[in-house]
């Protein structure tokens, strides 16, 4: 049985991910100190066989008897909400809580991977973003705590590859959806649903004419597992190339939720990207690996999770 340590575990890729793994007979254990994520994103998981939850901050040392196989960097801050109300949290645990966990992969000589971000691109300049992109980032900028925090991770988990031999792995996450979002972390699918069952108006920023590409997070695990087995110590992107309007988007969330809201307009935020596509060239030739569940249907199953659910 494979064991494996998965950071950021309750939140919502992070829990999803530690589900797939314990089906998949994995022993997990999942580390949270829950300033974003959420006991109830796991709770189902108590009591099952395999599953240990820890309770801890990763910018502390982290002590775990016992062999590890991997480790799963998924902690951090992820949405505009949370990293601009928690800018200085969000840098330590790019730095800081990578720096550990570094240091427990060596130690157990474990496979790390790391959950970086299609945000190291910045407002790029480039399009679609290929992973020998170098970015169009504002360090300075309010974006620039959780930008700048996963682009020293990227850095500090090569270094720690090539002056110590460590098997790593870099997975650039690109917009994911689904289950378990929170309805108030900022970011474009929850609001606008939530927004739309409420009946109330959804907010565009701008002119609605930026684009975003959107990855059902059951794709997303495949591919980040698809990473971890088969990947190199090169980046590689993982989200959907499908490109969608904001604007579009929006009025799809109305027709698809049956809401009577309307589309209203806000100023776009500061260093807002204009385009978000990834170029998954390198995710199909190795590793075999391209999203499959289409927006529609991936937007149904969270339309109903909300639903369901007041969380």
Known sequence: MERILVTGGAGFIGSNLCDRLIEAGASVLCVDNLLTGALHNIEHLFGREGFTFLKQDVTDYIHVPGPLDSVLHFASPASPVDY????????????????????????????????????????????????????????IGPRGVYDEAKRFAEALVMAYHRVHGLDTRIVRIFNTYGPRMRRDDGRVVPTFICQALAGEDLTVFGDGS?????????????????????????????????????????????????SSSRIVHQPLPVDDPKVRQPDIGRARSLLGWEPEVPLDEGLARTVAFFKETRR
């Open 84 to 139: 601009l109300e928690l800018p200085i949290q969000t840098l330590k645990v790019g730095a800081l809580g990578t720096h550990k966990v570094l240091g427990l992969a060596k130690e157990k000589r474990a496979r790390l991977l790391l959950a970086s971000t299609s945000e190291v691109y910045g407002d790029p300049q480039q399009h679609p973003q290929k992973e020998s992109y170098w970015g169009h980032v504002n360090p």
């Open 210 to 258: 930026q684009t975003r590409s959107f990855c059902y997070v059951d794709d997303l695990i495949d591919g980040v597992l698809a990473a971890l087995e088969r990947g190199d110590a090169q980046p590689i992107n993982v989200g959907n190339p499908e490109e969608h309007s904001i604007l579009s988007f929006a009025e799809k969330i109305i027709d698809l939720t049956g």
